[in-house]
Structures are given as structure tokens and as C-alpha cells.
């Protein structure tokens, strides 16, 4: 079949090949995209002209041996991030994206200013015992609590937390490491292309 001949073949199927691009590939080519993006959370890197991994996190480099060492780069025992990937099918078109409000952050990388809180202590607080595998003491009858005796060496995760918890400072200057999981991709853009192709082939044929 040469040009010409495609291109008849093609006008006398555009009804077909509209809703295709109208109503059905939208739907095929948001699904490619979000299950694209949430592999990347497993690779544990960014697909675009190969892998580009993420920098390794710090209670990776810990040692630790708590559960939430083990994840990887921006996986924890709940994976809001991951889950959070979404695509919203329209005429012609599908938005994909992530609904955290923290995402941008971590696609794009930056430096966040947030205020320490007594909150924010208490939970540094709460995290340095977790790492350390240890609970808090108990509040005694004059209501000041009771030190937890231990010898094991505090890990750095745990120095990490517990300096969160003590620091003077009124508010925190944190770089957040760039991790993309989500934006142009060429693996991807080959997926749709070659996804296209098939489904009007199955029209035309």
C-alpha cells in the first residue's frame, strides 16, 4: 500500500479513526503514562534515553535496619507518591499527573524553608527513638519523663532526628535532591507512537 492509497484507505474509516482519537486512545495512552511513571518508582530512577537514577536517600546511607531503611528513593510502607500518579481523559487529550502537593518538589528538586514546630519536634522525637529501636521513657508522677538506659550507638539516622528535635533554629533550610518520575519520556513517546500505529492499523485492516 503506498501513500495515496493509505491515506483513501484512512479518510474512508475517519469516523472510526476520530472516536480512536476522540474518546479511546486518551483513555489507552493515560494508562501507558501512569503505569510509565509508577516503574519509575521501582527502577528507583527516571526513564528518558535510559535509566537516570535517583540519588540515594540518607537513611539509605544510615545502615540502618528498620523497615523504612529499606525502601527506596521516595517509596515508604504507604507510597502516597507513588499511588498518587493520576490521568484524566478528555476529547483528544489526557492530563497525567500527581496530586501530592509535595510532588513538585521532588520532581523538580529545591530548597524548602519550613518553621520548626513543637509538632515537628515532637515527631523528630518520635522518629529518633523509632530509629533507634527504642520506646520513649515513661512520664513519671511529676510528670517529666524517664531516661531509657541503652547502649547501642546512636545511627546516623538517628543523630539526623535527634539534632531536628534539639536544633535552635526557628526554621530549616533543606535541599531536596531532584528524583523525576514524572515528564517527557522517549521510551514512552516510542510506546504511544507504536500504540497509534497498531490501532488504526486494526481500523484500516
Avoid: C
Avoid at 501507558?32 to 540515594?56: E, L, T
Amino acid at each position: 500500500m503506498n501513500v495515496k492509497q493509505f491515506a483513501e484507505e484512512l479518510a474512508s474509516h475517519a469516523k472510526e479513526v476520530d472516536h480512536l482519537m476522540k474518546r479511546k486512545l486518551p483513555v489507552m495512552v493515560g494508562r501507558m503514562a501512569k503505569d510509565h511513571f509508577q516503574d519509575n518508582f521501582r527502577q528507583g530512577g527516571f526513564v528518558n534515553g535510559g535509566i537516570h537514577q535517583w540519588p540515594i536517600t540518607k537513611r539509605q546511607k544510615s545502615g540502618a535496619k528498620s523497615a523504612a531503611a529499606n525502601y527506596g528513593p521516595l517509596l515508604s510502607k504507604r507510597n502516597h507518591l507513588f499511588s498518587s500518579i493520576k490521568y484524566v481523559p478528555s476529547d483528544y487529550r489526557v492530563v497525567v499527573s500527581n496530586t501530592r502537593l509535595y510532588a513538585p518538589i521532588h520532581n523538580w528538586g529545591g530548597m524548602v524553608r519550613p518553621n520548626v514546630t513543637p509538632k515537628m519536634r515532637k515527631f523528630a522525637w518520635y522518629m529518633y527513638y523509632k530509629a533507634q529501636g527504642k520506646r520513649r521513657g515513661k512520664t513519671t508522677p511529676t510528670g517529666k519523663k524517664k531516661k531509657t538506659k541503652t547502649t547501642k550507638p546512636e545511627s546516623q539516622e538517628a543523630k539526623f532526628w535527634k539534632g531536628m528535635a534539639l536544633t535552635k533554629k526557628k526554621r530549616l533550610n533543606i535541599m531536596i535532591p531532584q528524583r523525576q518520575f514524572l515528564g517527557e519520556s522517549e521510551e514512552l513517546n516510542d510506546k504511544i507512537e507504536r500504540k497509534i500505529e497498531d490501532e488504526i492499523t486494526k481500523i484500516i485492516n
